[in-house]
Each structure stands twice: as C-alpha cells, then as structure tokens.
C-alpha cells in the first residue's frame, strides 16, 4: 500500500520507472461557443431548464433535417491553426451508431474517414531527465530538439467535429433515470493527441495548454465542472525499450487536471503491479474515484465497438478554401506560444515572467496594450503581475473591471523612468490615486498632489550640511570607515523633502558632500 500512496502523491520516483515506460494519449471534447447549436437552430446555452433548449430537430423527430452550423466549422479550423494542423480541403460529415439513452435520434452526426484537422502538435514544458526523455522510436517522431530548447512536443492525431449527447441525471431520484436534452446536439470539437504524453505531470501540463489555447480563441471557456471541457485518458505501459506499446486501458470521468494526473499515476501504478505478478492487462474502461484516489473497472473494452460509421446523408460535404483559412487565421489573436516566446527572446523577460503573463488572455493582451505605449518590459511586466494583479484579486474581479487603462499605466511607469516620481510614491500614492480617479493622469495627479521629486540640488546640499551639523559624530564615524551610516543622512535629506528628492540624485549629493568635506 505504501508504495501505491507514493505513486499517486508523487513523492518521489514511483519504483516501476525503472522498469516499464508509462504511455499515455488524451482525448479532449471541448464544447464550442456558439449561439446555436450545431445541426439545428436551438440554443446553446448552460443552466437554463431543463428541456427548454429544444426542438422537433434535437428530438429526432421523423422527417426533421439537420443544417450545419458554419460557425462550428469555422471555430474548428482556428483551433486547427493554432495547434499547427493540416486543415482538410474537402470534408464530410458521418453518422455514429452507437445506442445513446440521452440522444433521440438514436445516433451521432460526427466525423470519421476525414477530420477537418490532423497531424499537429501543442509544445509543453519540458518536465523530462535524460537524453532518453524524448523517445526517437516514438511513431510520432523525434522530439529532441524540443526538449533540449526546453519544451517537450505532443502531437495532434486529428480533431474532428460532433455533437454533444443530452444528460442523464442518476442522483435526484433513486428510482428513475432523468433526462435533460438541452445539451443534445450541442457543438463539440474533439482533439485527440499522440500517445507522446510519459507522465501524468505531461498530462497536466497539456491540458492546461489545450485549455489555454481554447479561452484565447474564444472557441470554448475551458470550464471542466460545468462539462464544458472533458478529457478521457488511454493509459498503458511498456517494458523500458521495447517500442510497441502495450495493453491501454481507457479512464473516464475526470473533472479537473489534478485528476486526470492522479489517475494516470494511479493506473500505471496499478498496471505495474498487474505485470510484475505476472498478470495480463486487459483492454477496458475505467472510471476514476476522486474521494479514494483510485480507478476501477466499468466495462470491458477486449472487442472493439462496431459503431457502423457511413457518410451522412443529410448533410453536404464541405469544403474549406485558402481564403477561408487565412481570413480565420488573421483574424485570430497572438497565440500564448508565439507571446512567450516574444516576451522571452525580444523583450528579455524570464520564463517565469512570460509565464505569468501569457497565462490567460486578458492579461496577455493588457500587457501588450501596456507595452505599446512604453519600451520598459520588465517595469510594465512587474506593474501587471505585481500591484494590478494583486488588486483584481483582492476583490475578486476581471481584468475587464480593472479602473487603469493601459495608456495611464504606461504613464505612471515613465514618470518614474523619467524620474518624476520614486517607485514607493509610484505604487503607494499614485497607483492608488489613479485607481479612484478614471480621467487624469498619472502626470496630472502627481502635479496635483504635490507628489513629484524635487531635483533642487541647492536644496538637498543645504539639508546634508544640517544634518551632518546635528550629527557631527555620525559624520566621523563615516569618515572612519562606517559607511552604512549613509542611510541616516538619506532618511533625513528624504525627511526634509517630504519624500520628494530623487533618492538617486540625492544619494549622489550625500556621498559627495561626505567625500568632499572629508578631503
């Protein structure tokens, strides 16, 4: 039992890394935004009654057609884009039967034989020990070279469009099963990856990609409580070396990233146990109990489903022409890879920096609103990270809520490049100020506040020669070597101007004064 708790906390290597490989590939349904369905004109919105979101079409009623949603297709081809996929030029849909309780129709319209977007790849961090950390044996290719610039590279099999099955509702009464077909016939786009994933921290750190991909292009709000975003898990393990893979088991049922990495570390930890017993992994699906930790068996998987796919019939095949492909990619926002790798390489900033920054959208595209107006990166990059962020999140909000244009706080930042202002004014006046008044400023509140430094070197000599006349001691025991004691001619020059002197300027004058007179 100790070593199972040690695999699924993660503390420490879990001992059977050094025997078998762990193989894992993610199937990721993401619910697109749109108005209406995806066949049908019925709407597509969460929380609303249940059953309302309905027609003659999501029922399935007999002589009833689906129309295409052209906007689902054009969502699916900028996550294509954006996850560096072949965009098919010509397309058509399939029927999927398979016995669906919660969609009337009895089967679902969704893509086979040609995805509208294959063979891509997302880039991660780069989590991997060892110049055998990305496997060139791999059927998806090499990706060395990734990992030595630090990420490490997971394909993109296909994404293909579908739509979504209604809910069946098991816990509010113990007798009956409740359907709600609201969600029947709702637009998904599934993305299904490479089994190039090794560790459940991979896992983790491709969805939080995959999402971050989908709320940049506005295409999905990456919510996995609400079912918005799903992810099933084929899992398996091969001997160290060996290149064919061995016996995956598919888990379903995860509600967030942090489960979808605990039972992937559980289930390899599991099937190890299986092998080294000498035992057999039989292919099944499993589904993942949170509370305890642990996966257990649903259903057996050892024959594979006739899901008789055939084109569908009802609707046209389509096409997706140049023009439809660069329209949709220029109209698409900087995506967080090409933003990192621009805050990092151009702008000079860490990696944890463009991180931070690029995380989410609003923050990313205020930073880049910021940088327009001021060449300082990294003051701009500690103003959006440091005080606005802390602000928004004290009180719960967005950055859409946040009172600072980037205009104004590209302001504040050249008052203090320009000296004007110190960063401790900058931060505990100034950005206070600017966050109560929405018209004025940084310049104008300084102004009016009586707020910028004073540069009068006059002024700042005449203070230093009144306090080394009150403090005479203070002033031998500095010319004697005690050169910390710099700081109490600074606090009292400070002191003196009200907090308005340039510190720099007036350290300057302080130490010369000290010299001079000594000399």
């Known amino acids: ?25 993610l199937e990721v349904h993401a619910q697109l935004i749109t108005n209406s369905k995806a066949y049908s004109s019925d709407p597509n919105a969460y929380g609303d009654h249940p059953n309302t979101n309905v027609s003659v079409v999501t029922l399935g009623h007999p002589g009833t057609l689906p129309v ?15 996850t560096n996929c072949t965009i098919a030029p010509w397309m058509h849909y399939a029927r999927k039967n398979y016995f669906y309780p919660d969609l009337p129709k009895g089967y679902q319209i969704t893509q086979d034989h040609t995805p509208i977007c294959t063979k891509g790849h997302v880039d991660i961090p780069n989590t991997r020990t060892g110049a055998g950390s990305a496997d060139p044996k791999s059927p998806s290719g090499a990706r060395d070279s990734f990992a030595a610039l630090g990420m490490t590279r997971i394909g993109i099999t296909r994404i293909h469009m579908e739509e979504d099955a209604g809910k069946s509702i098991h816990d509010m009464d113990p007798f009956n099963t409740l359907v709600d077909l609201n969600r029947a016939g709702v637009p998904l786009i599934e993305i299904v990856s490479e089994p190039d994933i090794r560790s459940g921290q991979e896992a983790y750190d491709y969805l939080v990609e995959i999402r971050r991909l989908v709320r940049y292009l506005d295409i999905c709000d990456g919510n996995m409580e609400e079912g918005s975003l799903r992810c099933d898990a084929n899992i398996s393990l091969r001997p160290i070396g060996q290149e064919n893979f061995g016996t995956r088991c598919e888990v379903k ?7 979808v990495m605990r039972a992937i570390e559980y289930e390899a930890q599991r099937q190890s146990e299986v092998l080294d017993a000498g035992g057999v992994i039989h292919m099944e699906t499993r589904t993942f109990d949170a509370g305890k930790g642990i996966t257990i068996g649903m259903r057996s998987k050892e024959l594979a489903h006739d899901y008789r796919y055939f084109p569908e019939p009802d609707l046209q095949p389509i096409t997706v022409s140049e023009a439809m492909k660069e329209a949709i990619r220029m109209d698409m926002p900087p995506l967080p890879r ?11 900033l860490s990696d944890y920096d463009a991180g931070i920054l690029t995380d989410d959208k609003a923050t990313a595209l205020y930073y880049e609103a910021v940088i327009a107006k001021t060449n300082n990166y990294k003051s701009a990059a500690n103003w959006v990270m440091g005080d606005m962020r802390g602000w928004l999140n004290e009180r719960g909000l967005e950055i859409s809520e946040f009172p600072i244009s980037a205009e104004r706080l590209a302001g504040l930042i050249a008052l203090i490049d320009r000296n004007k202002v110190s960063h401790t004014v900058a931060s505990q006046k100034l950005f206070p100020l600017l966050l109560d008044d929405a018209s004025s400023t940084a310049e104008e509140l300084a102004i009016k506040h009586d707020l910028v430094q004073s540069t009068d070197e006059g002024l700042i000599e005449r203070l230093v020669h009144e306090v080394m006349a009150k403090y005479p001691e203070k002033v031998a025991a500095y010319r004697n070597g005690n050169k910390g004691l710099l700081g109490l001619f600074m606090g009292e020059v400070m002191k003196g101007t009200k907090g308005k002197a340039d510190p720099k300027r007036a350290n300057e004058v302080v130490r ?7 000399g």
């Open 338 to 348: 090409e933003l990192r790798e621009k805050y990092v390489l151009k702008l000079g």
């Open 1 to 25: 039992m100790s070593t199972k708790k040690e695999a699924v906390t993660g503390t420490g290597a879990p001992h059977w890394s050094e025997k078998y490989e762990l193989v894992v590939g």
């Open 512 to 518: 010369k004064l000290l010299e001079q007179e000594n």
């Open 253 to 259: 049922n995860m509600n967030s990233f942090r489960n």
């Open 68 to 82: 295409a949603n052209k906007k689902v297709v054009e969502l699916a081809v900028r996550m294509g884009l954006a």
